[in-house]
Each structure stands twice: as structure tokens, then as C-alpha cells.
């Protein structure tokens, strides 16, 4: 399975396209999976083993509701450059063609916003900096979470 999965990534870097034209849904697709990955990887390694916990716990990360709420607290700090918030525009003021789940459009659209920052930071290489979004973005709600 190595094998074959190193075999994708040499495929995947030799693939030219040009990710700083993919549409704001396409940027949230990619940084959604990006974003769940990291989360469920945080919670195995914080010790939850548990299948339901990890469900109940990943929730207060990955809902459109949890990345609503980071993002305005994260805004409200300056955190996120012009540039990302342009990004981050693309991505909310995007047209989806499925409807909001459990929650309202607003809250939907900027999900999918910082989804597309995250999306995009992974697929220009911005690895430093997608690791700071990300961990900035945990400890927001692990912070919130206290209170």
C-alpha cells in the first residue's frame, strides 16, 4: 500500500495545473478534506479512542457552525492577511449547488470560505502558514470551549 501511495503523490506532483484559478468551491472541497484529516489526527493523537467521542469532539471543529464562529473570532484579531481574506471571499461568495445542512446559508457560506483559505494554503505549498491557520483555528476552539 506504500508503494501505491507514494506512487499517487509522484503522479499528483507532476500534474500541472494552475491552482490560483480553481473556483472558491473547488478551494473548499480540497481544504475540507485538508482541515478533517488534521483534526482527526489532533484528537487520536490527544488519547480519544473512542469512535463516538471522536465523532462528538471532531463536531467542534469541522461544522459549518464551529468554522463560522473561528472565523469571526480570528478576523476580529487581524489574523488572516488581505490576501487570505480574498480568498476567503472566493470561497463564501461562491454559488453552491447543494443545500446548507443543519445549519443557515450565511453560516454555510462562510464555511466554505475558510475551507477555500485552507484548500488554497495546502495547494500553493504554504505549508508554515497552513499549519498556523490550523493550529490557530484549534486552539480557538479549545479556548471557547473552556468558557
Do not use: W
Not at 485538508?34 to 469512535?51: A, C, H, P
Amino acid at each position: 500500500m506504500t508503494q501505491l501511495y507514494g506512487c499517487v503523490f509522484f503522479i499528483i506532483e507532476h500534474m500541472s495545473f494552475d491552482h490560483k484559478q480553481l473556483n472558491g468551491l473547488t478551494l473548499a472541497y480540497m481544504g475540507d478534506a485538508v482541515y478533517e484529516k488534521e483534526i482527526r489526527e489532533y484528537l487520536i493523537k490527544k488519547g480519544l479512542t473512542k469512535v463516538n467521542e471522536l465523532q462528538r469532539q471532531s463536531k467542534m471543529f469541522v461544522s459549518a457552525k464551529a468554522h463560522a464562529q473561528i472565523f469571526r473570532t480570528l478576523f476580529d484579531q487581524n489574523f488572516f492577511t488581505e490576501a487570505e481574506l480574498d480568498i476567503f471571499k472566493r470561497g463564501r461568495n461562491s454559488h453552491p449547488h447543494t443545500k446548507a445542512k443543519n445549519t443557515d446559508i450565511v453560516t454555510y457560506q462562510i464555511s466554505s470560505g475558510v475551507e477555500a483559505l485552507i484548500g488554497f494554503l495546502y495547494l500553493d505549498g504554504q505549508s508554515e502558514r497552513l499549519q498556523e491557520v490550523i493550529l490557530k483555528m484549534i486552539k480557538t476552539v479549545e479556548e471557547s470551549s473552556k468558557n
